[in-house]
C-alpha cells in the first residue's frame, strides 16, 4: 500500500539547471496536489491537477511547470533552478468528496 | 496577507497533560478545517476534521472545537503522549470538495516525559 511516493528525496542543483520532481500515487484519487514548504512557512499550492489532462496554476507556480498524462503520475519540473527555490517540496492526492489530503514523504532540493 | 494564523510556533507540554493548538482565519468563506501532523522527514498526515455546521469533533484524544463567531480553532489533545511531539498544521478551505487548503505556519509541539 504504497500511497504517494515521490523521487528524488534529495537533490542539489546548480542556479539555472533543470529538473523534474516525481510523483505518483496508487489510490486512483482524481485530485493531485504540488506545495513548497519553506522554513518556518506553511505549505503553499504550487500547482494542481482535477484528472489526466487538466492542470491549473496554485499561489506560487512561477519557475515550475506539470503535466498530468495519467491518473497515476503528476511530475513537478523545474526549467531554470534559482536559489529562491531551495525548499522541501510535498505532493499530495485528495481522497473525493472530503479535504484528507494523502501526502507524499517530501522532496529537498537545493540550488546553489 | 494570512488568512490561516497559527500565532504559536513553539508548545511545551508535560506528558498526560492537555495540549491545546490554536488557529484563526479570517477568511469568512472557510467552512471546513483540517488538522494535519508532521513529523520530521516525513509529510503531514490528516488528523481530524470539522464542518462548519458543527462545533464540535471528537476522535479518540483528538477534539476539535470550532468558534464561527471569532473565526477561531483549537485543537485539545488528551492526555499528551510523547508520541505527540510534532509540528501541527491547521488548514480551512471552502468546502470538503474544495480545490485548494490554506495552511497555517505549524505549531511544534513537544510532549516532555
Known amino acids: 500500500n504504497a500511497g504517494v511516493t515521490q523521487t528524488p528525496k534529495f537533490r542539489i542543483l546548480k542556479i539555472g539547471q533543470s529538473m523534474t520532481l516525481q510523483c505518483t500515487q496508487d489510490m486512483n484519487h482524481n485530485y493531485m496536489y504540488w506545495y513548497r514548504q519553506d522554513p518556518g512557512m506553511g505549505l503553499k499550492l504550487i500547482y494542481y491537477s482535477v484528472g489526466a489532462g487538466i492542470t491549473d496554476k496554485g499561489e506560487v507556480p512561477n519557475g515550475y511547470n506539470v503535466s498530468r498524462s495519467t491518473t497515476e503520475d503528476f511530475p513537478l519540473r523545474l526549467e531554470l533552478a534559482a536559489p529562491s527555490q531551495t525548499s522541501v517540496y510535498f505532493c499530495a492526492s485528495r481522497r473525493e468528496g472530503t479535504g484528507e489530503l494523502f501526502f507524499g514523504e517530501g522532496s529537498r532540493l537545493t540550488v546553489l | 496577507d494570512q488568512q490561516v494564523k497559527q500565532n504559536s510556533p513553539s508548545l511545551s507540554v508535560q506528558e498526560g497533560r492537555i495540549s491545546i493548538l490554536n488557529c484563526d482565519y479570517t477568511n469568512s468563506m472557510f467552512d471546513y478545517f483540517l488538522w494535519y501532523k508532521k513529523y520530521p522527514a516525513e509529510g503531514p498526515t490528516f488528523l481530524i476534521s470539522i464542518s462548519s455546521i458543527k462545533d464540535k469533533n471528537e476522535d479518540g484524544r483528538f477534539t476539535v472545537f470550532l468558534n464561527k463567531s471569532a473565526k477561531h480553532l483549537s485543537l485539545h489533545i488528551v492526555p499528551s503522549q510523547p508520541g505527540d511531539s510534532a509540528v501541527y498544521f491547521c488548514?480551512?478551505?471552502?468546502?470538503?470538495?474544495?480545490?485548494?487548503?490554506?495552511f497555517g505556519k505549524g505549531t511544534k509541539l513537544s510532549v516532555i516525559p
Open positions: 488548514a480551512a478551505t471552502t468546502g470538503a470538495g474544495s480545490y485548494q487548503l490554506t
